[in-house]
């Protein structure tokens, strides 16, 4: 007979909770909210929103437009309703599970281990704040505001909250809403890695992937710091990345980015297609390259490699400052930056914007407007 304590279901209950168990089993518990929610929006229907969800992890067919809950401001919150929002090659990463090389078991472990944990994807939002927290000062109902939430994501719905002290400011008056979407998330992490890499005046840049989110603003910020660019794209965007600012566009197609001489002082590569050994170099003495979308053994490499040859690199994600939004709106207000939209969808096409995101080839941005 076995005794209560060597009992497999005694040890089991009082085993210490494991957080890989607790991560599935809130994976689990997410299913069961998510597949009552009609008999929920019946009751509810008031605080009901659409909100775009990801049912699992792999390709835009995961993507459902469902109704949730419509969230709630808390005391230090505002609560925007959405007008306008975007699909990243963020949001495509989270979604598909398709991480820079070595990032993919880490991933599982931050986005959830067999689905994404926050079902809801978007990083950034325009539109107006519908109510506040009680003890929000900053913001009034009906002021225009942008938002920009890596981490918090939750922006694919018609409602979106977000601290007051958190990455959101003002849009100007003049700016609209699709505008205003598309300024966060490829602004922002270029000027966050051309800072950190440091490029000054009459430097000269290198940015591969220039027709992208990231790489079209990384051209037109380097192109406003004074330094001369040269965006590396497909044929099809030679014209778009020139008028952007570059003087000088490589269509990779007809020349081989890897055979150019090392006469850069600055690398950025932000699609994947070089990796650091590659990237450093591509780079004169004292050169720096930012790794945008560097690899695992990038990261791990980058100071080993790039100190060895007197060069700095650095690969990892971008800060998010709400100085940098606050900094890349007003520039945008001054007509010195202009974020690149390839095209604008309904909210119900969300899906089609998933597809051409992961397709890797789109032309700045893609962005969800809704009613
Ligand atoms: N570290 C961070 O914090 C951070 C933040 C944001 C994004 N990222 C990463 O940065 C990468 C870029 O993001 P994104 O949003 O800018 O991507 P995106 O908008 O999808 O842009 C990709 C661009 O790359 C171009 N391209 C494709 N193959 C190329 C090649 N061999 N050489 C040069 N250009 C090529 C494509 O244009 P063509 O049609 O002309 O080829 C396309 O315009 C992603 O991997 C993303 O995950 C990292």
Same mark, same amino acid.
């Given at each position: 007979?076995?005794?209560?304590?060597?009992?497999?279901?005694?040890?089991?209950?009082?085993?210490?909770?494991?957080?890989?168990?607790?991560?599935?089993?809130?994976?689990?518990?997410?299913?069961?909210?998510?597949?009552?929610?009609?008999?929920?929006?019946?009751?509810?229907?008031?605080?009901?929103?659409?909100?775009?969800?990801?049912?699992?992890?792999?390709?835009?067919?995961?993507?459902?437009?469902?109704?949730?809950?419509?969230?709630?401001?808390?005391?230090?919150?505002?609560?925007?309703?959405?007008?306008?929002?975007?699909?990243?090659?963020?949001?495509?990463?989270?979604?598909?599970?398709?991480?820079?090389?070595?990032?993919?078991?880490?991933?599982?472990?931050?986005?959830?281990?067999?689905?994404?944990?926050?079902?809801?994807?978007?990083?950034?939002?325009?539109?107006?704040?519908?109510?506040?927290?009680?003890?929000?000062?900053?913001?009034?109902?009906?002021?225009?505001?942008?938002?920009?939430?890596?981490? &918090? =994501?939750?922006?694919?719905?018609?409602?979106?909250? #977000?601290?007051? $002290? +958190?990455? *959101?400011?003002?849009?100007?008056? %003049?700016?609209?809403?699709?505008?205003?979407?598309?300024?966060?998330?490829?602004?922002?992490?270029?000027?966050?890695?051309?800072?950190?890499? &440091? =490029?000054?005046?009459?430097?000269?840049?290198?940015? #591969?992937?220039? $027709? +992208?989110? *990231?790489?079209?603003?990384?051209? %037109?910020?380097?192109?406003?710091?004074?330094?001369?660019?040269?965006?590396?794209?497909?044929?099809?965007?030679?014209?778009?990345?020139?008028?952007?600012?570059?003087?000088?566009?490589?269509?990779?197609?007809?020349?081989?980015?890897?055979?150019?001489?090392?006469?850069?002082?600055?690398?950025?590569?932000?699609?994947?297609?070089?990796?650091?050994?590659?990237?450093?170099?591509?780079?004169?003495?004292?050169?720096?390259?930012?790794?945008?979308?560097?690899?695992?053994?990038?990261?791990?490499?980058?100071?080993?490699?790039?100190?060895?040859?007197?060069?700095?690199?650095?690969?990892?994600?971008?800060?998010?400052?709400?100085?940098?939004?606050?900094?890349?709106?007003?520039?945008?207000?001054?007509?010195?930056?202009?974020?690149?939209?390839?095209?604008?969808?309904?909210?119900?096409?969300?899906?089609?914007?998933?597809?051409?995101?992961?397709?890797?080839?789109?032309?700045?941005?893609?962005?969800?407007?809704?009613?």
């Amino acid at each position: 007979m076995p005794t209560l304590l060597s009992s497999p279901h005694f040890t089991l209950f009082f085993l210490p909770p494991h957080p890989v168990l607790i991560t599935l089993f809130a994976e689990r518990f997410s299913d069961i909210v998510l597949t009552n929610l009609p008999a929920a929006a019946i009751r509810l229907r008031a605080q009901m929103m659409k909100a775009a969800i990801c049912t699992g992890y792999g390709s835009a067919d995961v993507v459902r437009i469902v109704d949730v809950p419509k969230p709630v401001a808390g005391d230090d919150e505002i609560l925007i309703r959405v007008r306008a929002t975007t699909v990243t090659s963020g949001d495509w990463r989270i979604r598909s599970l398709e991480m820079p090389p070595g990032f993919g078991p880490m991933a599982r472990l931050i986005f959830g281990i067999t689905k994404p944990r926050q079902p809801i994807l978007g990083s950034e939002v325009a539109g107006e704040v519908e109510a506040v927290g009680k003890d929000v000062s900053k913001f009034r109902v009906g002021d225009r505001v942008v938002a920009f939430d890596g981490s &918090g =994501l939750r922006c694919h719905a018609e409602f979106k909250c #977000i601290r007051e $002290s +958190g990455n *959101v400011v003002r849009i100007p008056d %003049q700016m609209d809403f699709t505008t205003a979407a598309a300024l966060p998330f490829g602004g922002t992490t270029a000027m966050d890695f051309l800072r950190r890499v &440091g =490029l000054t005046a009459s430097e000269k840049i290198l940015v #591969i992937g220039a $027709s +992208g989110s *990231v790489g079209s603003a990384a051209v %037109q910020l380097a192109r406003h710091r004074g330094a001369h660019v040269t965006g590396v794209c497909s044929s099809a965007n030679v014209e778009m990345v020139s008028s952007l600012g570059a003087e000088r566009v490589i269509d990779y197609g007809k020349e081989d980015v890897t055979s150019l001489d090392p006469d850069f002082d600055v690398v950025m590569e932000t699609v994947g297609a070089l990796n650091l050994t590659q990237s450093l170099r591509l780079l004169r003495s004292g050169g720096r390259a930012a790794m945008i979308a560097g690899s695992l053994s990038d990261m791990l490499t980058a100071s080993w490699k790039s100190k060895s040859r007197g060069l700095k690199a650095v690969v990892g994600p971008a800060a998010e400052k709400h100085e940098d939004l606050q900094e890349i709106v007003a520039l945008a207000a001054e007509g010195i930056f202009r974020p690149v939209i390839e095209h604008t969808y309904a909210f119900e096409q969300i899906a089609e914007a998933h597809r051409r995101v992961q397709q890797r080839r789109k032309r700045g941005n893609l962005v969800i407007t809704l009613p």
